[in-house]
């Protein structure tokens, strides 16, 4: 018998990126808004909330170990992942905040 489910998960990225700080507009310069540059994944981890030390937490599990980051498929997996716009914006948050 074949049967199928869904488990929701949640995932722990470690991030890095260059942060471009404002630049205010001049006259033969428009500006531009603080942003990051050529943000990517350093590292990923699936949480799983579990009974531990007497209490239910979340247990942060590596997935990422063992695996070459180099991968072309493994290099898109990681840009399809910041490609969800809510990912973007909140690892973008996350970053400019320790800016």
Known sequence: MLLNGLLPIEMELTLSG???PEEPQTRDYPGCAA?????TIQG?????YMLKDGKRQWVPHDVMGGVNMNSPDIQRLLENILGIPDV???A???LTAGA
Not at 35 to 39: K, N, R, S, T, V
Not at 44 to 48: G, K, M, R
């Open 18 to 20: 260059s942060f471009q």
């Open 35 to 39: 942003h990051m540059e050529d943000m």
């Open 44 to 48: 990923a981890s699936v949480l799983v």
């Open 88 to 90: 973007w914006e909140r």
């Open 92 to 94: 973008n948050d996350e």
